[in-house]
Nanobody
Framework: QVRLVESGGDLVQPGGSLTLSCAAS????????VSWYRQAPDKQRELVAE???????NYANSVKGRFTISINNARNLMYLQMNNLKPEDTAVYYC?????????????WGQGTQVTVSS
């Protein structure tokens, strides 16, 4: 099994910065994609940023130039650096590991961390 634990969420003023962390443990071999998602109240969960294994990092248009996703070499610590935060960035942020198991892809999720951008 895979366990993901997010941290770093907080209340921040508009224009401020935060760094979210995602610690992964368990069987994290054969990763397909690692990602950050977010879900605002009364909205669907949306992709924020992703790093496909061997592929190109992708960002949602709404966060391009402000957010940076990264992962360490051991692929057990993932980060989301968020700069110039806006009220519309307020949401619960989730990390996701999409992993190959026996020829199939499985999604693993953390419990989420709350980010609130408000003055």
């Amino acid at each position: 099994q895979v366990r993901l634990v997010e941290s770093g969420g907080d209340l921040v003023q508009p224009g401020g910065s935060l760094t979210l962390s995602c610690a992964a443990s368990g069987n994290i071999r054969d990763i397909n994609v690692v990602s950050w998602y977010r879900q605002a109240p009364d909205k669907q969960r949306e992709l924020v940023a992703e790093i496909p294994t061997g592929g190109t990092t992708n960002y949602a248009n709404s966060v391009k130039g402000r957010f940076t996703i990264s992962i360490n070499n051991a692929r057990n610590l993932m980060y989301l650096q968020m700069n110039n935060l806006k009220p519309e960035d307020t949401a619960v942020y989730y990390c996701n590991f999409n992993i190959w198991r026996g020829g199939r892809l499985y999604d693993y999720w953390g419990q989420g961390t709350q980010v609130t951008v408000s003055s």
